[in-house]
């Protein structure tokens, strides 16, 4: 084999990690086949509407509780920019980690929906970003950052202006090099409950740590991102009885 062929077989062997998340799935949107009909549309989907810890929720009523500090350790290895047909994600490299309830989870991705997902005490955000955390064993665990408007976010920025405008496209972060962690608060008290995934397959058993304190966006980065996301947040489920702890 020669270098070229050489090259292209490796790149080859490489080209799956570059496929759109939403590839290999079951067609599902927000709008036609939408979160109403999501467990209509495969059987793997069937959590959608049987489950019975669904995300999101209206945060409220939370017991008060003296929930385990979060410890978050994000570097700035992050690879990628996509606009994969749901929403803008960013992935993660190694090294960005969150550690809580003596685990250390690997933060595998980041992205956003407009308008937020969860509401606070009744209230809902212009965006809400969501930080996927994932054990070894696959366990999930999810912080939610609300985003309200206010001063422009530098590194929002640089991912609104990374984001491709065609869904299925993705951008690499110029350098690897991302400081995700300025798309934090500065505080991380936080509202815990047992929820799911917000996208079919709506899977369960996932930890939900939403922080209190929102961070600022500006309201042109929010139109900016409006226009590419008019509206991709799943409706509030019913409670069914969880406990909703805050710190
Ligand atoms: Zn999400």
Known sequence: MNRRNLLKAFTGLCFPLYQPASAAETHWDYKGDDPQHWSELSAEYQSCSAGVSQSPINLDHGIKASLPQLEIDYGDNFTSV????????????????????????????????????????????????????????????VIGVLMKEGRRNDVFEQILRLAPKTPGKMAEIPGGHLAIKNLLP??????????????????????????????????????????????????????????????
């Open 82 to 141: 996509e606009n994969n047909g749901h929403t803008v994600l960013v992935t993660a490299g190694k090294g960005n980690q969150l550690v809580v309830d003596g685990e250390r989870y690997n933060l595998v991705q980041c992205h956003f929906h407009h308008p937020s997902e969860h509401l606070l005490k009744g209230a809902r955000f212009p965006l809400e970003c969501h930080f996927v955390h994932r054990l070894p064993d696959d366990e999930i665990a």
């Open 186 to 247: 500065a505080t991380f008290h936080y509202i815990r409950y047992s929820g799911s995934l917000t996208t079919p397959p709506c899977s369960e058993a996932v930890n939900w740590m939403v922080l209190i304190e929102p961070v600022e966006i500006s309201a042109e980065q929010i139109a900016r991102f409006a226009a590419l996301y008019p509206d991709n947040a799943r409706p509030i489920q019913p409670l069914h009885h969880r406990p909703i702890l805050e710190d």
